[in-house]
């Protein structure tokens, strides 16, 4: 072997051995995620596995319904979306409300919906943040990783995110009222209309993160899950 092909040897083999052990971390988060959370069955067209964190949330049972109402919506107007939350998301949780209408944890392969959302969002809005979503889910699979450090990027998937939750409310209903604020956020050049500042994003953990822990969250479910909690949406 010739030594300047060394190096490359090696960093490929590193980034092997590191997407194995973050793929291992991945399979360990989730199962023990799942053991710790509440199962309200996965009775719905996508067959996906929805959890209850809410701890027994006035608004729970509503949010499951419109999820599950959403769900089967999707799947007969978008089914492109259900096959990728299939492949690529692992479970729905309803937790406490956490800063965030919506989000997707890469490490768990979750997606979080605030278990209020049934008092306040109808069943298409639950539907387009579904599909917002998924879409991080797909592109979290494809290997794009996000971190603070590429606000580029993290604008780039975003804004991505966005132009899918605007397709599939197209389909469905191109009258609602998510159809124009879609568009606004696509057209505002401003980076802070898709991401928080990161004063905004530490204070809405924190705060999310007290909550959960009052209504008895375990303290590495409610880190977890803050994680989780990347960017306010609707
Ligand atoms: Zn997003």
Redesign the pocket.
């Known amino acids: 072997m010739r030594l300047e092909v060394i190096p490359i040897v090696c960093s490929k083999m590193l980034h092997r051995w590191q997407s194995r052990a973050r793929a291992l971390r991945s399979r360990v988060i989730s199962r023990l995620m799942a053991g710790s959370l509440t199962s309200v069955g996965c009775e719905n067209s996508a067959g996906i596995e929805v959890f209850d964190a809410s701890a027994e949330h006035s608004t729970m049972l509503e949010t499951h319904r419109r999820t599950i109402d959403a769900i089967t919506l999707l799947h007969e107007t978008c089914p492109i979306h259900i096959q990728w939350m299939r492949r690529c998301a692992k479970r729905i949780v309803l937790a406490r409300p956490l800063g965030s209408p919506a989000s997707f944890d890469q490490v768990s392969q979750s997606i979080f919906l605030d278990c209020e959302l049934g008092a306040h969002y109808d069943v298409v809005a639950i539907a387009a943040m579904l599909v ?1 979503e998924i879409a ?1 889910s797909r592109i979290a699979a494809a290997g794009v990783a996000t971190s603070a450090k590429r606000l580029d990027l993290r604008v780039r998937v ?1 804004r991505r ?1 966005v132009r899918e939750q605007l397709e599939a409310l197209l389909r469905i209903d191109p009258s609602h009222f998510f159809v124009q604020w879609s568009r606004e956020l696509l057209e505002s050049r401003a980076q802070s209309e898709l991401l928080p500042t990161i004063d905004e994003e530490s204070i809405a953990r924190r705060r999310a993160y007290r909550r959960m822990r009052a209504s008895g969250v375990p303290s590495w479910i409610s880190r977890l899950t803050i994680r989780a909690v990347r ?1 306010p ?1 609707p």
């Open positions: 917002h991080h975003e995110c960017s949406r």
